[in-house]
């Protein structure tokens, strides 16, 4: 079992960058493919970004694709998302996520969440 806990969102102006991270602690993070979701006030939650167990594959969602990037280091046992050029319709609370199954999309592929970071991009 797998716990985490992201950190870093916050209020941004349109083409502003922020960070997010996810710590994980517990099982070994090497173990897991780590991905990120999205979830916007009454819509459901979004694929935003996903990343292999060894960090050399990743999937983006073709809405953020070219402005973010997520990475992984596992020194720290932390996985990141680089979100550059936001817009408002990025606003949403950003989920962390970690599977050891396969790399998916999909947030039933995903076993183990944590609690949520808002992000507000203000236009």
């Known amino acids: 079992q797998v716990q985490l806990v992201e950190s870093g969102g916050g209020l941004v102006q349109a083409g502003g960058s922020l960070r997010l991270s996810c710590a994980a602690s517990g099982r070994a993070f090497s173990g897991y493919i780590m991905g990120w979701f999205r979830q916007a006030p009454g819509k459901e939650r979004e694929f935003v970004a996903a990343?292999?167990?060894?960090?050399?594959?990743?999937r983006y969602a073709d809405s953020v694709k070219g402005r973010f990037t997520i990475s992984r280091d596992h020194a720290k046992n932390t996985v990141y998302l680089e979100m550059n050029s936001l817009k408002p319709e990025d606003t949403a609370v950003y989920y962390c996520?970690?599977?050891?199954?396969?790399?998916?999309?999909?947030?039933?592929?995903?076993?183990?969440w944590g609690q949520g970071t808002q992000v507000t991009v203000s236009s």
């Open positions: 996520a970690a599977t050891t199954y396969i790399l998916t999309t999909t947030s039933e592929g995903y076993d183990y």
């Open positions: 990343i292999s167990r060894g960090g050399t594959s990743t």
